[in-house]
Nanobody
Framework: QVQLVESGGGLVQAGGSLRLSCAAS????????MGWFRQAPGKEREFVAA????????YYADAVKGRFTISRDDAKNTVYLQSNSLKPEDTAVYYC????????????????WGQGTQVTVSS
């Protein structure tokens, strides 16, 4: 069982930046694909970014490409999401998730989830 704990959310003005962190309890963290998702009120959970386990290959949703960067530190069992040039439409609860094998954008394919961290971007 992998336990994930997000942190780093908050209130920021449009154009600002936040760095989200997700700490995992699992000793074999390095073998998991890690993803970030978000969910705004009244909307479905959507894919933001993911990073592979072995070579750190990354994949982004078009809405965040060029503004957000996902990275991982396997020594610290932590995955990060650096979010720059934030927009009001980025406002959501952000979740990290873990799965084995390959990168996926469908949240139903992820096995473990954190509790989420709120990001609010004011205009």
């Amino acid at each position: 069982q992998v336990q994930l704990v997000e942190s780093g959310g908050g209130l920021v003005q449009a154009g600002g930046s936040l760095r989200l962190s997700c700490a995992a309890s699992e000793r074999t963290f390095s073998s998991y694909v890690m993803g970030w998702f978000r969910q705004a009120p009244g909307k479905e959970r959507e894919f933001v970014a993911a990073i592979s386990s072995r070579f750190g290959r990354t994949y982004y949703a078009d809405a965040v490409k060029g503004r957000f960067t996902i990275s991982r530190d396997d020594a610290k069992n932590t995955v990060y999401l650096q979010s720059n040039s934030l927009k009001p439409e980025d406002t959501a609860v952000y979740y990290c998730a873990a799965r084995r094998t390959t990168i996926a954008t469908d949240p139903r394919l992820y096995d473990y989830w954190g509790q989420g961290t709120q990001v609010t971007v004011s205009s």
